[in-house]
């Protein structure tokens, strides 16, 4: 088996000699964030936007920066031979604090992976179910950025995978769409595409920022009857790529995986081919 290589606070090293202290509030608390950027051709895929998101999170949880660059994501890419996979950074606040208020004169621990892709994209389309887990609003905690505690997320999907569905859909405590689990949502009517705006409380997901970027999509609060009457729905990730839904369950409501979703994935390959 091929050694992996970490990155751990400025330094590479082989996977049995990274530790992370039983006093780090990420282990503690999930106090911290993490990004995944997606890798092709051994080119991370909007390696800039990624790196300002983490900046934002780190911003947003009062996180110190470590100023990881562009050129060190590449570097754990060439160390582990990555060729189609991912780039995981994980940043906590550091050691120190057996409360919830930390100490503010703590270093922040970073950790970066890269590895293979291991499950090929999904080949068909997903069925959702209704979660009963609400999404945390904006004035709860900063949820637009990748916070390195996902309960939440996790609880969600384990309750749709308990009803054989493949996602969760979650509403956010206004009852407005929000967002799936693992994945942002946008839904097709006519010819426009509509996804939730940050303010709902969903991710700002990179996925989700390359669509906006390349064709013209509407942000809308809607509620979940709303959903019943729209053409086409589809989730969206950085793993999982354009996703076409087909239905929600226990409501019954089905769609049909349309030319739009079709379109947008073949938009998003052809972006990923020229910028990844």
Not at 114 to 134: G, H, I, M, V
Not at 239 to 254: A, C, D, H, S, Y
Request: proline share 5%; with cysteine.
């Amino acid at each position: 088996m091929t050694q992996r290589i970490f990155y751990h606070n400025g330094e590479y090293v082989n996977a049995e000699n990274v530790s992370i202290s039983p006093d780090d509030r990420g282990f503690r608390f999930g106090d911290g964030v993490f990004e995944t950027i997606p890798v092709y051709r051994a080119k991370p895929y909007q390696v800039d936007w990624h790196l300002k998101r983490l900046e934002a999170g780190l911003s947003a949880l009062q996180i110190g920066d470590p100023g990881l660059t562009r050129e060190d994501v590449m570097e754990i890419i060439r160390r582990n031979t990555v060729i189609e996979g991912f780039v995981r950074i994980m940043i906590s606040r550091g050691e120190g604090s057996h409360g919830y208020l930390p100490d503010y004169d703590i270093t922040s621990n970073v950790l970066m992976e890269a590895f293979q892709r291991t499950e090929p994209l999904p080949d068909e389309p997903a069925n959702l179910f209704l979660s009963s887990y609400k999404k945390p609003s904006l004035d709860m905690l900063p949820v637009n950025v990748k916070l390195a505690q996902g309960l939440n997320s996790t609880l969600a999907r384990m309750e749709a995978q308990d009803k054989n569905c493949f996602e969760a859909l979650q509403l956010n405590v206004e009852g407005h769409i929000c967002e799936a689990s693992s994945a942002n949502i946008f839904w097709v009517v006519g010819n426009k595409i509509y996804t939730p705006p940050l303010s709902t409380g969903c991710l700002n997901g990179s996925t989700r920022a390359a669509l906006m970027r390349i064709v013209s999509i509407y942000q809308a609060k809607i509620p979940l009857a709303s959903l019943q009457e729209v053409d086409e729905v589809f989730l969206t990730n950085c793993n999982w790529q354009v996703l076409p839904v087909t239905e929600l369950r226990p409501m019954g409501w089905k769609w049909k995986s349309g030319s739009t979703t079709a379109h947008l994935h073949d938009l998003l390959k052809r972006d990923i081919a020229k910028n990844g």
